[in-house]
């Protein structure tokens, strides 16, 4: 028998309005739309090799809304994708900085709180 592989990770994040929160990952954060569900209570987004799932109180009984958050880590330059988002207004966008773990990252947050860190290698 082998040993399992990981292949990938994908977070869910709790939202409150599913619309509003496929909007703002489009508008501001640069993904695209991969599915809302018929209900529109859950939907995926993505950018690159990146899955972010929106999850609504109507399947996220146990979550709280706005309680979550994810480290998207980058390639390229890190300066260039925090102005690009600060041009778009993203929400509580925090200065990029080097950090002690050899990366430089930067967050910001979607309308519901979530936090949202992108990093790249230093």
């Known amino acids: 028998m082998s040993t399992p592989e990981f292949f990938a990770a994908y977070p869910v994040l709790p939202c409150a309005d599913i619309s509003r929160a496929t909007a703002y990952y489009r508008d501001v954060l640069?993904?695209?739309i991969k599915v809302v569900?018929?209900?529109?209570a859950y939907a995926i987004v993505e950018r690159g090799n990146v899955e972010l799932h929106l999850d609504s109180p109507v399947y996220a009984r146990e979550h709280t809304v706005g309680n979550a958050e994810c480290?998207?880590?980058?390639?390229g330059d890190i300066d260039a994708l925090h102005a690009s988002l600060a041009q778009n207004s993203a929400l509580q966008l925090h200065p990029a900085a080097d950090r002690l773990y050899k990366m430089r990252d930067f967050s910001c947050c979607d309308p519901d709180g979530n936090r949202i860190?992108?990093?790249a290698e230093i």
């Open 71 to 75: 480290y998207i880590w980058i390639k």
């Open 117 to 119: 860190t992108f990093g």
């Open 30 to 32: 640069g993904f695209k």
């Open 37 to 40: 569900s018929p209900d529109s």
